[in-house]
């Protein structure tokens, strides 16, 4: 069992910045990969971005890619979305997850474990 919190959401302008955090406890979490994924209402929820348990490998939605950056610390058990050049359409709630299958990384079904979000509001 793992249990994910969120944090980090908030107001911020076009062209700002954010980071978010995903707090992770329970056993063995470090050895999950983690993904980011967003949902506006009336849309199905997206891929944002991923890494893999040991930080070696991340992956990004290509609407994000260049302007988000995705990290770990696992000594802290904590997974971060550092988000810049904020745009309106980033405008969505936030979700971490966890899964330790070798399933896609992209897809919601692969992952187990999800926390229960935080509002990102982008304003233009």
């Known amino acids: 069992q793992v249990h994910l919190v969120e944090s980090g959401g908030g107001l911020v302008q076009a062209g700002g910045s954010l980071r978010l955090s995903c707090a992770a406890s329970g056993r063995t979490s470090s050895t999950y990969t983690i993904g980011w994924f967003r949902q506006v209402p009336g849309k199905e929820r997206e891929f944002v971005a991923a890494?893999?348990?040991?930080?070696?490998?991340?992956y990004y939605a290509d609407s994000v890619k260049g302007r988000f950056t995705i990290s770990r610390d696992n000594a802290k058990n904590t997974v971060y979305l550092q988000m810049t050049s904020l745009r309106s359409e980033d405008t969505a709630v936030y979700s971490c997850a966890a899964k330790d299958n070798s399933k896609s990384a992209a897809s919601l079904d692969s992952y187990a474990y999800w926390g229960q979000g935080t509002q990102v509001t982008v304003s233009s």
């Open positions: 890494i893999t348990r040991n930080g070696g490998n991340t």
